[in-house]
Each structure stands twice: as structure tokens, then as C-alpha cells.
């Protein structure tokens, strides 16, 4: 079983990508977070293998919240889910070792292909966030 903790401000996303999540067999969603400071510390509380977020969120943005994952939490699997796909959120995410980028305006089965692509040891970027890589 595949544990995630999702985080987003927007109430609606986050109950939305819970209830997709958990209607896959071998996923389950473990907490939920709305802004940085709390996928923090969620991430202490629930240990998960992996935390979806997006980059701008309250308190604590989500590129800050990757670096400081990082630094404490190296071999936790990180994806973020985001309406950027412009080439500074990308490049800096990767610099900061993101494992997955997807587009919040993609096909909802996206997510759970990005989460089991990483789970496995390998990497997922939205195929317009791979161009903009490339």
C-alpha cells in the first residue's frame, strides 16, 4: 500500500484528490495539509512514502516546503501539482530534487500514474512539463 499525504488551500482539491486517490486499490491517503508549515509537520505526525502539493500555497510556499523536505526527509517521494507550467517553477522544482510534476489541468488519472511511477524509483513530469524540461 502506497501512503500519501496531499496538501492544497483549496478545500475542494484536496477532498477531490483524497476520494480519487483512495478509490485505487493500492493507495492510501494518510493527511491531509492546506498550506507548507502543515505538510510539515503532517509529514512528521503520518511518516507517508509520498506528499502531493502545489506551489503556492499560505504560510509556507510549496518550492520552500520541497527544500525543507529535503533537508529532513531525503527519501521522501515528492510531487508537486500545479497550474505552472512555465519554465522557472519547473527548473526550480528540479533543482530542489522534485520526483514529479503534474499539471493541475491534466487528465485526472495523471496523479495516480505520476504516484505509482515515483513509488517505483522513477520520475513523472506532465508531457507539457517534459517539453518545457526538454
Do not use: C, W
Amino acid at each position: 500500500m502506497i501512503s500519501v499525504l496531499v496538501a492544497d488551500d483549496n478545500g475542494i482539491v484536496r477532498e477531490g484528490l483524497r476520494r480519487l486517490l483512495e478509490s485505487e486499490h493500492d493507495i492510501k491517503v494518510v493527511g491531509e495539509a492546506r498550506d507548507g508549515r502543515e505538510v510539515l509537520d503532517a509529514v512528521d505526525t503520518h511518516e507517508p512514502q509520498g506528499v502531493g502539493f502545489d506551489i503556492p500555497m499560505p504560510r509556507l510556499g510549496g518550492l520552500e516546503t520541497l527544500e525543507r523536505l529535503r533537508s529532513k526527509h531525503a527519501d521522501i517521494k515528492v510531487i508537486l501539482l500545479s497550474v505552472h507550467g512555465d519554465s522557472p517553477f519547473i527548473q526550480s522544482a528540479i533543482s530542489l530534487g522534485v520526483d514529479g510534476y503534474v499539471l493541475k489541468n491534466g487528465p485526472a488519472e495523471e496523479i495516480i500514474t505520476a504516484i505509482r511511477e515515483v513509488m517505483k524509483g522513477g520520475s513523472y513530469f506532465s508531457p507539457v512539463v517534459a517539453r518545457e524540461i526538454v
